[in-house]
């Protein structure tokens, strides 16, 4: 009895496992590359080593650590409680920095201020000249069409990188509805959405904006669906708990919004899990839930590697 189960764990680790590794001609395995795009220093006091844990036991090989911007007490960040992107003691540039100079292989790093700071832009360049490869995460309660925040969108077409947005509704980066205004004036700026008001915009029948984690059937054409099919510019972040509920809450749909979308997603995490795998870590999750409903293996690598390997100009 005890052999069978046995048995029995052991086949069903390795079927779990089996989809995330390769054989290379000579017979050796390796496990597939993935890049996260979306990962926080000091995530809810999680320390580095945790963190670099982490990512090794979700299969990470490359991540690329998003920055909070500088503390103060304004409207945008809540006057001050909202510090530390949503008041989650996330890192600022310094911090990711440091760790991407320690791991230069392994971890890339973004440059990030408070949007509505008079020198937001200075600040964000001096570390874009030090090799930020994103802005972001910008996590700021300001209009998504304000003069303050097209200032970054022009600074992210002037050298070349993404930038990164939470959108939430009533919270940070208001007005989602009239982004499509910002992607048609900024056409050589990358943009990518994050966060829940752009994951329950999948959904054509979603009208309560209030509502951030919507479950049920979905009907493609949302928001969101017509951004990533229209604009060449826009991007999305599939991280969080939203990236997962849209991923999870209508299969049959996510299979088709995946085959559809396929060229215009990225893996992110987001997870302030310190373990790496289990029930409580949404980024493994996440990862698992792309491999089961990708529509082919080909779509499966695009999302969670290759697509921000093209963008970012990954080694």
């Known amino acids: 009895m005890h052999e069978i189960t046995r048995r029995c764990f052991l086949a069903s680790s390795l079927s779990a496992t089996a989809a995330g590794w390769i054989s290379l001609s000579r017979g050796a395995e390796v496990a597939e590359p993935i890049i996260d795009i979306h990962q926080h220093t000091n995530y809810h006091t999680r320390t580095n080593a945790q963190m670099l844990a982490h990512q090794k036991a979700m299969g990470v090989t490359q991540t690329i650590l998003l920055p909070a911007g500088r503390s103060v007490k304004r409207p945008s960040t809540g006057e001050g409680k909202n510090n530390g992107l949503g008041g989650v003691g996330a890192g600022g540039n310094e911090t990711v920095l ?53 200032i970054l969108y022009a600074l992210a077409a002037e050298h070349k990188v993404p930038i990164l947005m939470h959108f939430q509704h009533g919270t940070y980066n208001l007005g989602y509805e009239r982004l499509h205004t910002m992607l048609e004036k900024f056409p050589k700026t990358i943009f990518i959405g994050h966060a829940q008001t752009v994951w329950a915009n999948i959904d054509k029948n979603h009208t309560d904006q209030k509502v951030l984690y919507p479950k049920g059937k979905v009907t493609a054409g949302g928001l969101t669906d017509r951004y990533l099919t229209d604009y060449p510019n826009m991007f999305a972040d599939m991280s969080a708990g939203s990236g997962l509920n849209a991923l999870t809450r209508d299969e049959d749909h996510t299979r088709g919004f ?36 990708a529509p082919n293996k080909t779509a499966e690598r695009k999302i969670l590697y290759e697509n921000a390997k093209k963008m970012f100009r990954l080694a």
Do not use: M
């Open 98 to 150: 440091a760790v991407a100079r320690q791991y230069p292989k392994e971890y890339y790093f973004g440059a990030n201020d408070v949007t509505d700071l008079p020198d937001a832009a200075t600040e964000i360049a001096k570390y874009l000249d030090l090799g930020a490869i994103i802005i972001g995460e910008q996590k700021f309660g300001v209009e998504c069409d304000s003069k303050e925040s097209q």
């Open 258 to 293: 995946l085959d559809r979308h396929q060229d215009k997603i990225l893996y992110g995490s987001d997870c302030a899990d310190a373990v790496g795998s289990g029930p409580e870590c949404q980024g493994a999750q996440t990862i698992a839930a792309i491999r089961k409903l």
